[in-house]
Nanobody
Framework: VQFVESGGGLVQPGGSLRLSCVAS????????MNWYRQAPGKEREWVAM????????DYSDSAKGRFTISRNNYENTIYLQMNALKPEDTAVYYC?????????WGQGTQVTVSS
């Protein structure tokens, strides 16, 4: 099992980023997938979920209305479109199946929101 996240960077408040995560080593199309994030000095927190067919989504309160999760099962990839970014969105972002499964984590992608 492997997750490779990309698309992070430095962006000004109010800006946008699109994160990608390519998964491998398992039957991607039968699993719901999630984005998580971990800010410095804080625990990792859940951000968004997409069902295995992409027809169900759910978001944390902090992500709702600003972030959009999607997936492409042909490319074993999930995405996170992030708009109206705030300094408090600064974190390393990770993708994974539900955290309770205990699968390994990727290296994540750093998102920094700062003027």
């Amino acid at each position: 099992v492997q997750f490779v996240e990309s698309g992070g960077g430095l962006v000004q408040p109010g800006g946008s980023l699109r994160l990608s995560c390519v998964a491998s080593g398992f039957a991607f199309g039968i699993y719901g997938m999630n984005w998580y994030r971990q800010a410095p000095g804080k625990e990792r927190e859940w951000v968004a979920m997409v069902g295995n067919r992409g027809d169900r989504t759910d978001y944390s309160d902090s992500a709702k209305g600003r972030f959009t999760i999607s997936r492409n099962n042909y490319e074993n990839t999930i995405y996170l479109q992030m708009n109206a970014l705030k300094p408090e969105d600064t974190a390393v972002y990770y993708c994974n199946v539900p955290q309770s499964y205990g699968w390994p984590w990727g290296q994540g992608t750093q998102v920094t929101v700062s003027s």
